[in-house]
C-alpha cells in the first residue's frame, strides 16, 4: 500500500514538470503575483486577435500570417516568462509542440477553462421587473 501512495505521489509531482527541449522546468501555478506579471507581458496579443478578426476578406490570410509572426514572439516571451528560461533559449531551441504543450498543461493546472465560470457566479443575477 506505501510503495502505491509513493507511485502516486511521485505520478503527481511528474505531471507538473515537463522539458522544453533538454530544461526541465515547472509547469507553474499563476499566483497573483504572476499574473501580474503577465497581464504586463501580454500587450500585443488582443490587439492582434482584433486585427485578424477585422481584416478585409481579400486580406485575410497575408494578416494572418503577418500576425502568426509577431504573436510568436509574444507566446515565446510569456513562455521564458511562466517557465524562467531566457527567451533566445526558447527561440533557439524549443519546439512549436512543447511550446504548445506547455501552454495547454498551464491551463489545465490553473482550471483557466472554469475560472470565467466561476466568476460569472460571483456577478448579481438579473432583475426582472
Known amino acids: 500500500m506505501i510503495d502505491q ?3 502516486m505521489n511521485i505520478l503527481k509531482s511528474n505531471e507538473n514538470k515537463m522539458y522544453l527541449h533538454e530544461k526541465k522546468v515547472d509547469i507553474p ?4 503575483d504572476r499574473w501580474k506579471r503577465l497581464f504586463e507581458e501580454v500587450d ?3 490587439g492582434l486577435i ?9 486580406e485575410f490570410y ?10 510568436l514572439d509574444e507566446v515565446i ?7 524562467d528560461i531566457e527567451p533566445e533559449y526558447i527561440r ?5 509542440y512543447e511550446i504548445i504543450e506547455f501552454i495547454t498543461k498551464t491551463i489545465q493546472r490553473n482550471k ?14 438579473k432583475i426582472e421587473k
Open 77 to 83: 516571451e510569456i513562455v521564458a516568462l511562466l517557465s
Open 92 to 96: 533557439e531551441n524549443v519546439a512549436l
Open 44 to 46: 500585443m496579443l488582443p
Open 50 to 58: 482584433v486585427q485578424v478578426m477585422l481584416a478585409p476578406k481579400e
Open 5 to 7: 501512495l509513493k507511485k
Open 112 to 125: 483557466l477553462g472554469e475560472i470565467g465560470k466561476n466568476l460569472k457566479s460571483l456577478l448579481p443575477k
Open 62 to 71: 497575408s494578416v494572418v500570417v503577418s500576425v502568426c509572426q509577431l504573436a
Open 29 to 32: 501555478k499563476l499566483t497573483p
